[in-house]
């Protein structure tokens, strides 16, 4: 069935909206400006300033929400349920391991590629289909597991094309390596909060776009707030401040100042937060969650390509090796080999379609927010 110009028009916003996150946020970290007091030019490394900006992106879509409930009722028939009493307090936790892990990633994309960045986030599939088997009692299905070994031998293979790039690149091995492993520390947190989220928060029906704007909401005060103790912890070498604290917010912004274009790209990077939420809820909706999946891999191959084509870095052969096999395990776990099979002579249908797809983290399903 072919798709409608509307959902041509939402799957290219969720490819353009993903792929300009990793990419603004990767153009923030290579800026250099002077910071306050007249300090000497130096990089734009504010990882959990930026961590709160997409928070702030996130929690814009608690706006939408409510704008399409009131558009829905002045309606002469609503089409929208309402949703059962909960508290907004169950978004807690899991906005708690977003705002971890987000930071996280913020800190490790300063250490290593954009392409090796958003391709080391494919390891998330290891680790949630490990915590829905200890903590939810999922079963995996063969494919599943198989999906997951192969998405560690494509792991291994990002890493040593990382190994190799580091040699031309700005970044030094050793921060390469910790960048690495930053990020897949990171997916074990995203892990975390799909468990909970689905463990605690599916079952109560929440609207997608509620849930991502609630989460946003506690994670931008709760860091917000995080940043004034953040000006005054040490954090020696491991800071890009002058300063050397954790975090220099007011650094940040004299350093906006003297480079208005960093704003610009936080810009971009708060906004297509925003706009990549409420396409991929739309594409979910209105084509499928294979396709958003799918969607997903894909804005790999853009983040990679672009900044190939804007000198970010250079061309690795592993590199398309690595996205090969990750995007190989994603499929196998997330059961796109079934259409394949579906195809090939007397081949007999398996049952229990409706059982794959009535969990969060089995197959298709995706987190509440699947971008950080």
Known sequence: MAWSRYQL??????????????????????FSAAGCGGTEEHGFQHPFLQAVGMFLGEFSCLGVFYLLVWRDRRRPEPSMAP????????????????????????????????????????????????????FLGRRLELSQWLGILVTIVGLVVVGLADLHSSH????????????????????????????LEEKFVYKHDVHPLRAVGTEGFFGFIILALLLVPM???????????????????????????HRPLIALALLGNISSIAFFNFAGISVTKEISATTRMVLDSLRT???WAVSLAVGWETFHGLEILGFG?????????????????????????????AAEREGL???EST????ES
Not at 325 to 353: I, Q, S
Not at 367 to 370: D, E, G, Q, V
């Open 231 to 257: 000006y005054y912890i040490p954090a020696g070498s491991f800071s890009g401040n002058p300063r050397r604290t954790l975090e220099d917010a007011l650094d940040a912004f004299c350093q906006i100042g």
């Open 168 to 195: 031309d690149q700005k970044h030094k091995l050793s921060e390469v390596i910790t960048g690495d492993l930053l990020i897949i520390m990171a997916q074990v947190i995203v892990a975390i909060q799909m468990v």
């Open 325 to 353: 096999v990750l995007l190989a395990g994603a499929a196998l776990y997330n059961g796109l080999h079934r259409p394949l099979l579906a195809c090939l002579p007397r081949h007999v249908e398996e049952a229990g379609g």
């Open 361 to 363: 983290l089995r197959g």
């Open 9 to 30: 028009g939402l799957a290219a916003l969720m490819l353009l909206t993903g792929s300009i996150n990793t990419l603004a946020a990767k153009w923030a970290d290579n």
């Open 83 to 134: 949703s059962q009493p909960f508290s907004s307090l169950l978004f807690l936790p899991p906005a708690l391991c977003d705002m971890t892990g987000t930071s996280i990633m913020y800190v490790a994309l300063n250490m290593t590629s954009a392409s090796s960045f958003q391709m080391l986030r494919g390891s998330v599939i290891i680790f949630t289909g490990l915590l829905s088997v200890a």
């Open 367 to 370: 987190a509440i927010n699947n």
């Open 301 to 303: 191959l853009v983040i």
